[in-house]
């Protein structure tokens, strides 16, 4: 099966964080950029005020703005982040996102090994 991932996971590559991802009208778009065992790295980009309701993950998250704002909220406590930030969320911890701008996200997730 082949991976629609951007990067593969057998070979050293490059790729933009300010070009795989189209302009965005409306609603949300994804892009996977790595998926390896125990780790995936995707680009989101956000028309403004979009939103995901609160989630969780099982995975620990490192999220990075890359171009716009977000208010994101851990256990309700809203954070405003902006490009350049690099925000860390532990696994399970209930958390939104809110686009405060058009907004790109870069998403890495970090899975706990299967026992």
């Known amino acids: 099966m082949k991976s629609s991932a951007l990067l593969a996971t ?19 778009v994804s892009q996977a950029l790595l998926t390896a065992p125990g780790l995936r790295a995707t680009l ?3 028309a403004a005020g979009q939103e995901l309701s609160e989630h969780t993950s099982s ?33 399970k911890a209930p958390h939104a996102v809110k686009a405060l701008d058009e907004m790109t996200l ?8 299967k026992d």
């Open 59 to 91: 995975a620990r998250v490192l999220v990075q703005v890359i171009a716009g704002r977000c208010e994101f909220s851990v256990d309700g406590k809203p954070n405003v982040l902006v490009p350049g930030q690099l925000f860390h969320l532990p696994p």
């Open 44 to 46: 989101f980009k956000f």
């Open 106 to 113: 870069l998403v890495i997730q970090a899975m706990p090994p």
């Open 10 to 28: 057998d070979a050293s590559a490059v790729c933009s964080l300010q070009i795989p991802v189209e302009k965005v009208a409306h609603g949300i």
